[in-house]
């Protein structure tokens, strides 16, 4: 296994250095990732979702704040690094093969690296191509000299460009130029993995196509393992393996290429593919309502659900969501069974006091309006002798990756139980 993650968490603090109180940004939150040797995993997801922290991570360019990341195991020591329960044992496996700690750590900076997003501004621009190909093998010292000229001029005609372009500076280049210096400098150590960061998204349609010929010729010729970060699942059904969705900092779902394209589980990948035009049939597009969630404060349970279309009781709403919809509810359409203003005062995460209506008449309309997802979660509805109406919302769970029958995993409650 080339990469193997566990946990993996990457909390950001946000705030000037005098703010009293700052904020956590929760970037990436208990992934779990294997990529193997010669294998393209895809990691798709709306921006924001933290992809790009977790590829900076996986190439050693951001620590974690918890977790681990193991590089170059064997497939039977990583089996026993998952089963054991001798802690002497995974302490051992772990000072040889972390990324950051481990012995392999030295090693692990030749054979790894990443292709950035902008090929703009991924390139000095006060360097030669030549100059900045050779960097990595300089630093590593993989090659030097006349050996590193050499190995430059194959690495342009490898991706694609002419021999001469080695004395040229990133300026005099187009932008799928550009790109194509940027992959030579990530593949010129001969690494074994490869992050490469939306690698078409600044390109134009043309180049785009181009570049990925490029990446798909190069996973073929130099069996390298490859991470392809990419909002596009187009792409990632084009290049990748595997695909690991991501949302709000979690993986939700992950699969081999055809059974994500084909038959996806979790609603968030659903609504990614139903964007993905099809030849011969007729699109039937699912539009989420609002953005994806803030990554200082998360929704409770699954992050999705204030999204999703197939949100229910147990999906970890909270009284002040319930509150809400349930405010603008009687407002726009029930006012005329209201007995005064409407106030709702939250008492916690589960409960709330509503006055200005009845129990029996705020039983009707929850009842009624069945198509609002977070009125499945309420649990009961009580006058509670003083005027006001008591309202007590189910307990709600946060969802684990399920395993699926056909091996893929899904982080959702509506597959619990159900592999």
């Known amino acids: 296994m080339i990469i193997a993650g566990y946990d993996i968490t990457k909390h950001f603090v946000s705030g000037g250095m005098f703010e009293r109180?700052?904020?956590?940004?929760?970037?990436?939150?208990?992934?779990?990732?294997?990529?193997?040797?010669?294998?393209?995993?895809?990691?798709?997801?709306?921006?924001?979702?933290?992809?790009?922290?977790?590829?900076?991570?996986?190439?050693?360019?951001?620590?974690?704040?918890?977790?681990?990341?193991?590089?170059?195991?064997?497939?039977?020591?990583?089996?026993?690094?998952?089963?054991?329960?001798n802690q002497s044992r995974k302490a051992e496996i772990e000072s040889i093969h972390?990324?950051?700690?481990?012995?392999?750590?030295?090693?692990?900076?030749?054979?790894?690296?990443m292709v950035f997003q902008d090929p703009y501004a991924s390139l000095d621009p006060r360097m030669k191509v030549i100059d900045i190909i050779k960097e990595p093998m300089i630093s590593t010292g993989y090659l030097r000299g006349e050996e590193a000229n050499k190995r430059v001029r194959e690495l342009l005609e490898a991706v694609g460009l002419p021999k001469s372009f080695a004395d040229r500076y990133p300026h005099e280049l187009s932008g799928g130029q550009r790109q194509r210096v940027a992959v030579a400098r990530a593949i010129s150590t001969d690494p074994k993995f490869v992050v490469l960061d939306e690698p078409t998204s600044a390109?134009?349609?043309?180049?785009?196509?181009?570049?990925?010929?490029?990446?798909?010729?190069?996973?073929?010729?130099?069996?390298?393992?490859?991470?392809?970060?990419?909002?596009?699942?187009?792409?990632?059904?084009?290049?990748?393996?595997?695909?690991?969705?991501?949302?709000?900092?979690?993986?939700?779902?992950?699969?081999?290429?055809?059974?994500?394209?084909?038959?996806?589980?979790?609603?968030?990948?659903?609504?990614?593919?139903?964007?993905?035009?099809?030849?011969?049939?007729?699109?039937?597009?699912?539009?989420?309502?609002?953005?994806?969630?803030?990554?200082?404060?998360?929704?409770?349970?699954?992050?999705?659900?204030?999204?999703?279309?197939?949100?229910?009781?147990?999906?970890?709403?909270?009284?002040?969501?319930?509150a809400i919809d349930l405010k603008y509810l009687i407002e726009s359409k029930y006012y005329d069974l209201t007995e005064g203003e409407i106030v709702i005062d939250v008492l916690s995460d589960k409960e709330m006091k509503v006055r200005g209506i009845s129990d029996e008449k705020l039983k009707m309309i929850t009842s009624k309006e069945n198509e609002i997802k977070?009125?499945?979660?309420?649990?009961?509805?009580s006058a509670d002798g003083s005027g006001d109406v008591h309202v007590v919302l189910r307990d709600y769970e946060e969802p684990k990756l399920y395993n699926m029958s056909d091996g893929r995993l899904v982080k959702c409650l509506l597959f619990k139980g159900k592999n």
């Open 98 to 113: 972390d990324i950051f700690k481990g012995k392999i750590a030295k090693e692990f900076r030749r054979h790894v690296n």
């Open 203 to 322: 390109l134009d349609v043309s180049t785009q196509a181009q570049i990925l010929n490029l990446l798909r010729k190069l996973k073929r010729e130099l069996k390298i393992s490859m991470l392809l970060i990419t909002h596009n699942i187009a792409v990632a059904s084009y290049l990748s393996d595997r695909i690991y969705v991501m949302y709000a900092g979690h993986i939700v779902e992950t699969g081999t290429k055809e059974q994500i394209m084909k038959t996806p589980k979790h609603p968030y990948t659903v609504s990614l593919l139903s964007a993905v035009p099809k030849v011969g049939s007729k699109m039937n597009r699912i539009v989420l309502r609002g953005e994806p969630p803030n990554l200082v404060d998360l929704p409770k349970g699954c992050n999705f659900h204030p999204r999703c279309p197939y949100a229910f009781g147990d999906c970890g709403w909270t009284a002040e969501e319930v």
């Open 21 to 85: 109180n700052k904020a956590v940004v929760k970037a990436v939150q208990d992934v779990y990732i294997k990529i193997k040797e010669e294998e393209v995993i895809a990691l798709v997801g709306e921006s924001g979702s933290g992809k790009t922290t977790l590829g900076r991570m996986l190439v050693g360019l951001e620590s974690p704040t918890g977790g681990k990341i193991l590089f170059n195991v064997e497939d039977k020591v990583l089996e026993e690094y998952e089963t054991t329960d």
């Open 374 to 381: 977070s009125f499945s979660s309420i649990k009961s509805i």
